[in-house]
Nanobody, 122 residues
Framework: QVQLVESGGGLVQAGGSLRLSCAAS????????MGWFRQAPGKERELIAA????????YYVDFAKGRFTISRDNAKNTVYLQMNSLKPEDAAVYYC???????????????WGQGTQVTVSS
């Protein structure tokens, strides 16, 4: 069993930055692919980025390219999402997720965190 706890969300002005963290429990973190998702009110949950177990392979959806960066520290069992140049439309609940699969662009994951709210003021 893997438990995921996100942190780092909050209120930020448009153009600002936030760094989200996701701490994972268990001994399998280093062998799992990790992803960040978000869900805005009235919208479906969408993938933002994913990173392979070794950290060298990453995948970003189009809106995240150039603004968001996913990274991980296997020694700390933590995955990060650095978000820059935030826009009001980035406001959502952000979730991290973990899976044993290797296909970073696929959205099926085995474990999910509870989410952290990101609010962007204009």
């Amino acid at each position: 069993q893997v438990q995921l706890v996100e942190s780092g969300g909050g209120l930020v002005q448009a153009g600002g930055s936030l760094r989200l963290s996701c701490a994972a429990s268990g001994r399998t973190f280093s062998r799992m692919s990790m992803g960040w998702f978000r869900q805005a009110p009235g919208k479906e949950r969408e993938l933002i980025a994913a990173i392979g177990w070794g950290g060298s392979g990453t995948y970003y959806v189009d809106f995240a390219k150039g603004r968001f960066t996913i990274s991980r520290d296997n020694a700390k069992n933590t995955v990060y999402l650095q978000m820059n140049s935030l826009k009001p439309e980035d406001a959502a609940v952000y979730y991290c997720a973990a899976k044993f699969g290797l296909a970073l662009q696929e959205t099926e994951y085995d474990y999910w965190g509870q989410g952290t709210q990101v609010t962007v003021s204009s």
